[in-house]
Antibody, heavy 114, light 107 residues
Framework: EVQLVESGGGLVKPGGSLRLSCAAS????????FNWVRQAPGKGLEWVSS????????YYADSVRGRFTISRDNAQNALFLQMNNLRAEDTAVYYC???????WGPGTLVTVSS | DIQMTQSPSTLSASVGDRVTITCRAS??????LAWYQQKPGKAPKVLIY???FLEAGVPSRFSGSGSGTEFTLTISSLQPDDFATYYC?????????FGQGTKVEIK
């Protein structure tokens, strides 16, 4: 069974950092690209970042470029999102999603507040 | 950057109604479009990919059509389980762009 499970969310002060993880199982992790998508409370979906299977291709939304870093460890079947210099507007549920769009994790909530 | 615009933002309908949601792209996207259903507190679920192909396990009352810059999601006979928020999404290599969402409410 394909599973994606995010972790690492929580409450952080503005300017702080968090590292999200997405643990994958049930498929050949390295064969797929992945995306991070976020959803602010009561708002729509916003694509954040993507990474290819080999990590050669990496892309970011303008809203996070320079502050967030996506990475992966194919040996550990894990996807990461390092989030630095967090702002109140980064408050959201963060989902990891496989590039075929079929599989998403349940999400992890990040709250940026003083 | 490509922008995706959905209409309407909210739709009130009754069980059994035929419902249509429209998604317009700011430029031609050659069919790389998906539709999702999202319920409160849950991750989105893909319904349609490449504009008109039904994802496995999705009821046949859902259909997608369109090309170029205008796409539609149709629910032929709305069921109680269909009250949710729907998003269109353009996907292109490593870039995803979502519409702002359409909430389907009970009339």
């Amino acid at each position: 069974e394909v599973q994606l499970v995010e972790s690492g969310g929580g409450l952080v002060k503005p300017g702080g950092s968090l590292r999200l993880s997405c643990a994958a199982s049930g498929f050949s992790f390295g064969s797929y690209s992945f995306n991070w998508v976020r959803q602010a409370p009561g708002k729509g979906l916003e694509w954040v970042s993507s990474i290819s299977g080999s990590s050669y291709y990496i892309y970011y939304a303008d809203s996070v470029r320079g502050r967030f870093t996506i990475s992966r460890d194919n040996a550990q079947n894990a996807l990461f999102l390092q989030m630095n210099n967090l702002r109140a507007e980064d408050t959201a549920v963060y989902y990891c999603a496989r590039d075929d769009r079929r599989y998403w994790g349940p999400g992890t909530l990040v709250t940026v507040s003083s | 950057d490509i922008q995706m615009t959905q209409s309407p933002s909210t739709l009130s309908a009754s069980v059994g109604d035929r419902v249509t949601i429209t998604c317009r792209a700011s430029q031609t996207i050659t069919g790389w479009l998906a539709w999702y259903q999202q319920k409160p507190g849950k991750a989105p679920k893909v319904l349609i990919y490449e504009g008109s192909f039904l994802e496995a396990g999705v009821p046949s009352r859902f259909s997608g059509s369109g090309s170029g810059t205008e796409f539609t999601l149709t629910i032929s006979s709305l069921q109680p389980d269909d009250f949710a928020t729907y998003y269109c999404q353009h996907y292109n290599a490593y870039l995803w762009t979502f519409g702002q969402g359409t909430k389907v409410e009970i009339k």
